[in-house]
């Protein structure tokens, strides 16, 4: 795990492991009673005096004869703190990774402040040990028993496992006498491992249980209403000022618990809920749970021959390896008709899956050869323009033309006849009639005057 990481956490941790300094020194008797440890406040020639914890939060100062003393073992804030890190190592079982962080970062907090420390290299066996067994967790492994189950078989065993762990701990819970949360585990069992072999043996402790249960739940639902009436009583005997904040700790108190009750109701989809000895419809709840599950278990008959889900389980891990589909899917099938997890079926849908062929690449076709390009033929040679005929030239005697360019170098316009359009032509003709008219006219009319 990066070291960036677990700086953040080591400051705080260490703030943790330094809580209990008074607890520091201990000092060893000749006289055979056993070492007292606490911490040295006065040492003189023929004395030393000692501080010590009585109970928790009462310290008590006691002064002893030096000829009565063994040694002292005074400790520094490295043998403190080495000291209060706890025992690391060796780890319990069912450590998950989140598990490892947190002790590899109580490892790595000491190794920041003390690198050179008495206990470094102590600590630096712990961090190299606790890496390793973080690396098998991660990798999906199981720490059971003191043994590593590796995650091939963790997942190839993982409904048979499972199912032993949760009755694990349930037995747990009933040693402890903890009835509420016996029933709980049993109520998990029921739900997801009522196909595996411990469910018989849950089914016997449940019931076991649910017929101590019952007598304790029905006395402390008839005690609800006294708890109630002495603890109204006890706030009347205090100060009006006090009485008032002493009812509003209490509400909060009160409705602080019943939202946990709907928690476990509507979240957890428990009816194995918490008790509070000043509220009874809980209790009265669980009461039923009882009757009713005590009932329905005594009268539940076991089947003649069992079906097993872990061995099924099993089996359907080893097909899927093995690559034997079809029987890895009629296996399948029996583990879906015993209404197991779906987490347990998902993860071997997956592996009965076969894996798609990938579609065959097209061979590579070959490059079509250019056609062959016809070859661009001559072009033809440009025709000699012909010789404008020579123009007979002025006889002896006359002037030149006075335009002498050839029509061809004449421009368009000049090109066209002098004489317009026959239209022009006839305007002319025309006007020179009426011009001649005119002077006619005028000469008769001279000749008659």
């Given at each position: ?277 000043y509220h009874s419809d809980p209790m009265r709840k669980v009461l039923n749970s009882v009757k009713n599950t005590l ?6 008959a076991p089947a003649e021959k069992e079906t097993f889900a872990s061995s099924l389980h099993r089996d359907a891990w ?132």
């Amino acid at each position: 795990m990066p070291s960036r990481y677990m700086k953040p956490i080591s400051t705080f941790l260490l703030l943790i492991l330094g809580t209990n300094l008074l607890l520091a020194d201990r000092i060893h008797f000749n006289d055979g009673r056993p070492p007292k440890e606490g911490k040295v406040m006065l040492e003189t020639p023929g004395l030393l005096e000692l501080k010590w914890e009585k109970r928790p939060g009462i310290f008590q100062t006691d002064r002893y004869l030096k000829t009565n003393i063994e040694r002292v073992e005074i400790d520094t804030k490295e043998d403190i703190q080495f000291r209060n890190m706890g025992k690391l190592v060796p780890t319990p079982d069912r450590l998950t990774p989140e598990d490892y962080q947190r002790r590899i970062a109580k490892c790595t907090a000491f190794l920041d402040i003390f690198p050179n420390g008495a206990h470094a290299p102590k600590a630096q066996i712990i961090l190299e040990s606790l890496q390793q067994e973080y690396k098998k967790a991660t990798a999906g492994g199981l720490k059971l028993d003191n043994k590593w189950i590796k995650p091939e078989a963790r997942e190839r065993d993982a409904y048979a496992i499972d199912a032993g762990m949760e009755y694990s701990d349930m037995l747990a819970a009933k040693d402890s006498s903890s009835l509420m949360m016996t029933m709980r585990h049993f109520e998990k069992i029921s739900s997801d491992f009522a196909a595996s072999e411990n469910y018989a043996k849950a089914r016997e402790t449940a019931i076991d249980t649910l017929k101590t249960y019952g007598p304790i739940l029905q006395r402390q639902v008839g005690q609800v209403q006294f708890k109630r009436q002495d603890r109204e009583r006890a706030r009347a005997t205090l100060p009006a000022n006090v009485r008032a904040q002493n009812k509003a700790a209490q509400d909060r108190a009160d409705a602080d618990y019943l939202k946990r009750v709907g928690r476990e109701t509507n979240e957890l989809k428990t009816k194995w809920l918490s008790l509070n000895e000043y509220h009874s419809d809980p209790m009265r709840k669980v009461l039923n749970s009882v009757k009713n599950t005590l009932t329905a278990l005594e009268k539940e008959a076991p089947a003649e021959k069992e079906t097993f889900a872990s061995s099924l389980h099993r089996d359907a891990w080893d097909a899927a390896r093995s690559g034997d589909i079809e029987t890895g899917e009629e296996i399948l099938k029996q583990l879906k008709s015993l209404k197991i997890p779906v987490r347990y079926l998902e993860r071997l849908e997956e592996a009965l899956t076969p894996p798609e062929e990938p579609e065959p690449e097209p061979e590579p076709q070959p490059e079509p050869q250019p056609e062959p390009q016809p070859e661009p033929e001559p072009e033809p040679e440009p025709e000699p323009e012909p010789k404008p005929e020579p123009k007979p030239g002025p006889k002896d005697g006359e002037d030149p033309a006075p335009n002498t360019a050839s029509p061809a170098d004449a421009s368009p316009q000049e090109a066209k006849p002098k004489g317009g359009s026959k239209t022009q032509v006839v305007l002319v003709i025309v006007l020179v009639l009426v011009i001649l008219g005119a002077l006619a006219a005028a000469l008769l009319g001279k000749k008659k005057k």
